[in-house]
């Protein structure tokens, strides 16, 4: 393996490091990823559980360093499970930096894609980068813990650090709500919900790769989104054409509610439930976050995700 290597990306089996190991390669760099498993396409792939010890990388000298490798879409039942996150998000951030610090050089550059989900917020309007965050879950407060950790290690060691801090990031094969969308109606068994007017901030995969390289080079934290946070019955409609499916039927908000509570119902007897209360919530509550500054620091010019559904399935 070529040891001298422009750019490192961690987490580059998942879902949106595919999109930025091929953006990488399209613009010229020859990246390494490092991951628990391979990478379907590359052979430059360092094999390396990040929560097991810090990564042998004493013979690396890489310019910048993506940090995508993390726990999402999921939710814990129980201590156990949300402690998981801490180890993944946290533990997994303090030993990549352990042995980026035993490499042939630290890099210029780190950035580290985070979540708006560390702000802990279901509703709100155009929230911009400066809003508190106040996450008290596992999944956005392990992921604010990350990112506090790796500003004063920046500091410290003299490493450039961006943060992105993403809401839902759409692509073909996407995890998470969007991909259980999808299958949902290629299955005809998705409903939407009341007027489907509520508003949802996301942004596509492919955007999000060809610009992580600028924020590598400028620093600090931006949101990335696609500008237009668009309806549920928007997206539906979107992905229906897509899909040559017809749109969904809608089904009341006061039945969606009774649905829902019967859902948590069986969460309380650890039975799964793919509808809750809190699924409720995001599908009723306008959540949007502001780009202005992505836009004005680093050119961000996004497509709308609404004009690219044939790409998400």
Not at 116 to 124: Q, R, S
Not at 220 to 238: A, M
Request: aromatic share 6%; with cysteine.
């Amino acid at each position: 393996m070529n040891k001298i290597s422009p750019v490192l990306v961690t987490g580059g089996a998942g879902f949106l490091g595919g999109y930025v190991l091929d953006a990488l390669r399209e613009s010229g760099d020859e990246p390494v990823a490092l991951d628990r498993a391979g990478v379907a396409g590359y052979e430059e792939v360092l094999r390396v559980n990040l929560v097991e010890g810090p990564p042998d990388l004493g013979g690396f000298q890489p310019r910048t360093v993506i940090h995508l490798a993390g726990l999402a879409h999921m939710v814990p039942r129980g201590e156990v499970a949300g402690r998981r996150f801490y180890e993944v998000n946290v533990g997994g951030t303090k030993n990549l930096l352990l042995g980026l610090e035993q490499a042939a050089e630290l890099p210029e550059a780190l950035v580290f894609v985070s979540t708006v989900a560390a702000y802990g917020v279901e509703e709100g309007e155009a929230l911009d980068e400066d809003a508190p965050r106040n996450a008290v879950d596992p999944y956005g407060e392990s992921k604010r813990q990350a990112e506090d950790l790796l500003v004063e290690w920046g500091e410290r060691m003299g490493v450039r650090i961006g943060i992105v801090r993403l809401p839902l990031v759409a692509g073909r094969g996407a995890p998470g709500n969007l991909g259980a969308m999808v299958s949902a109606l290629l299955r005809g068994r998705y409903l939407g919900i009341g007027r489907g007017d509520t508003r949802r901030s996301m942004v596509l995969a492919a955007d999000v790769a060809r610009t992580l390289p600028k924020v590598a080079e400028m620093g600090g934290v931006f949101h990335l989104t696609d500008g237009h946070h668009p309806s549920f019955v928007e997206l539906e409609d979107s992905l229906c054409r897509a899909l040559g499916r017809t749109p969904p039927r809608r089904l009341p908000v006061v039945a969606a509610r009774m649905l829902a509570a019967a859902g948590d119902a069986a969460g309380t007897v650890g039975l799964g439930a793919p509808f809750s209360s809190h699924t409720l919530k995001k599908m009723t509550s306008t959540l949007t976050f502001s780009d202005e500054r992505a836009r004005r620091e680093l050119g961000w010019r996004p497509s709308r995700v609404v004009d690219a559904a044939e790409t998400l399935v």
